[in-house]
């Protein structure tokens, strides 16, 4: 019981954030302090570290993925503004506070049956993936591990709906359907120039090539299974 409290309040916090940042960026709201943002944005960072936890453990991921405005909170934070205008320690507690979000999201795609995937499809998790990796047309930040964690989130995403799931729980059977909506939202991002440009990008080790040569595959329905 006490675990959920602090699950709910965990929650509320990040929902209560995310409306606040929506409706600043409508220009409802004057912008907070530098130093205020600071600090909101790192206590929010810490709320969503502690949900990513519970969604990871999968006897908590349910509870937390039927929280009201949740998953869409998540899908708005992970795609939270980068400004370089701003002091390097605001944008890098922006920047912790997007990674957060997205691993909350990971986790969720990981630990989710197939009415959750449905879920994610619906609030376009394939278009939120691509653009945490998209460089090559300016969207998104040039940030290497967010790159590689991009590309993979995409290829296991599109790999367990195209095939199914049943190398482990929640398990569920392949879902077309979702592929194909999936596949439509990247595709309207640009994504055949944007995985070509990765697939040149040697950084990370040649992590970023890698994944950018499964996820191309992927979005082709060509998976690659090693032995």
């Known amino acids: 019981m006490k675990s959920e409290q602090q699950i709910q309040k965990a929650a509320s916090a990040?929902?209560?954030?995310?409306?606040?940042y929506v409706q600043n960026k409508q220009g409802k709201q004057i912008e907070q302090t530098e130093s205020e943002s600071?600090?909101?944005?790192?206590?929010?960072?810490?709320s969503l570290e502690y949900l990513r936890d519970k969604i990871w453990n999968n006897n908590s991921c349910k509870l937390v993925i039927q929280i009201p405005k949740l998953?869409?909170?998540?899908?708005?934070?992970?795609?939270?503004?980068i400004d370089t205008h701003i002091s390097l320690e605001l944008n890098q507690q922006?920047?912790?506070?997007r990674s957060r979000s997205r691993k909350c999201l990971y986790w969720i795609q990981w630990n989710s049956d197939a009415q959750d995937?449905?879920?994610?499809?619906?609030?376009e998790y394939g278009r939120v993936m691509f653009i945490s990796f998209c460089t090559a047309g300016g969207i998104s930040d040039e940030n290497n591990k967010e790159i590689c964690n991009g590309l993979f989130y995409i290829?296991?995403?599109?790999?367990?709906?195209?095939?199914?799931?049943?190398?482990?729980?929640?398990?569920f059977?392949?879902?077309?359907?979702?592929?194909?909506i999936t596949?439509?939202?990247?595709e309207e991002e640009g994504a055949s120039e944007e995985f070509d440009a990765q697939i040149k990008n040697n950084e990370y080790d040649g992590y970023i090539r890698k994944w950018a040569n499964e996820a191309k595959a992927a979005i082709m329905n060509r998976f690659i299974h090693r032995g």
């Open 94 to 97: 922006r920047i912790e506070l």
């Open 38 to 46: 600071i600090l909101s944005l790192a206590q929010i960072t810490s």
């Open 155 to 171: 290829y296991w995403f599109l790999k367990d709906l195209h095939e199914g799931r049943n190398y482990r729980q929640p398990s």
């Open 117 to 123: 995937q449905q879920d994610l499809v619906n609030n």
């Open 71 to 81: 998953l869409q909170s998540l899908f708005a934070l992970s795609l939270y503004t």
């Open 173 to 180: 059977r392949p879902l077309p359907l979702l592929v194909r």
């Open 183 to 186: 596949e439509e939202q990247i």
């Open 14 to 20: 990040v929902v209560s954030f995310t409306d606040s």
